[in-house]
């Protein structure tokens, strides 16, 4: 899902930034909004090529990416808060991000224990 939104950011003629996100970008400086978006597709792609070589040859690290997926939406909630973006609508990243926290939460719980402690 990550490698589908970097692509998005960084492919898309506006960047996702009105089509998916629905900021508006016909305001002054809507072409930085768009740059911006784009810009950050490019450093998730960055990010999720790394995160596919631990994930597919170092399978220890897998809690550890865990952990950094389960605190990206509460530091992107910070930022949000302190940086609020006017939408026209809400964005999927918003709507599902609360979803996927308790998915995150249960896998990084179960990466972290034994077979014999989940039984238990």
């Given at each position: 899902?990550?490698?589908?939104?970097?692509?998005?950011?960084?492919?898309?003629?506006?960047g996702?930034?009105?089509?998916?996100?629905?900021?508006?970008?016909?305001?002054?400086?809507?072409?930085?909004?768009?740059?911006?978006?784009?810009?950050?597709?490019?450093?998730?792609?960055?990010?999720?090529?790394?995160?596919?070589?631990?994930?597919?040859?170092?399978?220890?690290?897998?809690?550890?990416?865990?952990?950094?997926?389960?605190?990206?939406?509460?530091?992107?909630?910070?930022?949000?808060?302190?940086?609020?973006i006017?939408?026209?609508?809400?964005?999927?990243?918003?709507?599902?991000?609360?979803?996927?926290?308790?998915?995150?939460?249960?896998?990084?719980?179960?990466?972290?224990?034994?077979?014999?402690?989940?039984?238990?």
């Amino acid at each position: 899902m990550i490698t589908a939104r970097s692509l998005v950011h960084l492919l898309s003629p506006d960047g996702g930034a009105h089509s998916i996100a629905t900021v508006d970008t016909s305001v002054a400086g809507g072409d930085n909004i768009i740059a911006i978006f784009g810009q950050w597709g490019a450093s998730q792609l960055l990010l999720v090529g790394a995160l596919w070589v631990l994930l597919l040859r170092y399978r220890g690290l897998v809690p550890l990416i865990l952990c950094v997926l389960l605190l990206e939406p509460f530091l992107r909630a910070i930022s949000g808060h302190l940086k609020p973006i006017v939408t026209l609508g809400t964005a999927p990243g918003a709507a599902l991000n609360w979803f996927a926290v308790p998915v995150v939460a249960v896998t990084l719980y179960l990466g972290l224990c034994t077979a014999k402690e989940r039984t238990s």
